[in-house]
């Protein structure tokens, strides 16, 4: 089972490039979010949806879109990439069950990107 | 806003010897309680997963337990090996979609 997918591992860009994390969850999972993981703070909750066509802001947004055109992808566009997005990046997933509580949340394995 | 502190932030053992992490949460509603293990470099590996209505939740030799009014978790991990050794997150769902983190426990068992 491939369970949250996310691609690359590993990314370096310079400051004002843009690019897209990528992140694919086979699980039929209507959650999907995305977190930054930085030293001394813990994950932060960056955007996050609840169903295809579905996004909101999380606690840290700025600098960051998202979009959901299917239930399996979340993809997590940088727009203008800074120093400050230096992080590693999780995506997650989970659903609510059918007596109405939430469900683990499932990581992927995170995206380490630099800024230069 | 809800905040989660995990203490000790390092933690040392040598093999063999059972241990005790600690979580706390400063807003008690929340639907859920979940502790991961995090190996350096590596994603979040899911351990146990605690509902508010529960007490306390176990698999292997791991035993998590939940007090939900004093705003308390603590993962029991017996017997504990040199495998045991990663970082400890726990994090508490207050809804649909947000997870609150605390900033981890980091473990190093002694062989």
């Known amino acids: 089972n491939a369970g949250v997918t996310q691609t690359p591992k590993f990314q370096v860009l310079k400051t004002g490039q843009s690019m897209t994390l990528q992140c694919a969850q086979d699980m039929n999972h209507e959650y999907m979010s995305w977190y930054r993981q930085d030293p001394g703070m813990g994950l932060r909750l960056i955007h996050y949806s609840v169903g295809a066509g579905i996004t909101d802001q999380g606690e840290v947004p700025n600098g960051y879109n998202v979009s959901r055109s299917t239930t399996e992808d979340f993809p997590l566009r940088l727009l203008s990439a800074a120093p400050s997005q230096t992080s590693v990046y999780f995506c997650?997933?989970?659903?609510?069950?059918?007596?109405?509580?939430?469900?683990?949340?499932?990581f992927g394995q995170g995206t380490r990107l630099t800024v230069v | 806003k809800q905040e989660v502190t995990q203490i000790p932030a390092a933690l040392s053992v040598p093999e063999g010897e059972n241990l005790v992490l600690n979580c706390s949460f400063t807003d008690s509603a929340i639907y859920n309680l979940q502790w991961f293990r995090q190996d350096p470099g590596k994603g979040l590996t899911s351990l146990l997963l605690?509902?508010?209505?529960?007490r306390e939740q176990t698999s292997g030799r791991l035993n998590a337990s939940l007090d939900k009014s004093s705003g308390r978790s603590t993962l029991y991990i017996a017997a504990s090996q040199p495998g045991d050794s990663a970082t400890y997150l726990c994090?508490?769902?207050?809804?649909?979609?947000?997870?609150?983190f605390g900033t981890g426990t980091r473990l190093t068992v002694i062989p």
């Open positions: 605690i509902q508010s209505s529960q």
């Open positions: 997650a997933s989970s659903y609510p069950s059918s007596t109405g509580l939430y469900t683990e949340a499932f």
């Open positions: 994090a508490v769902r207050t809804g649909a979609n947000n997870l609150f």
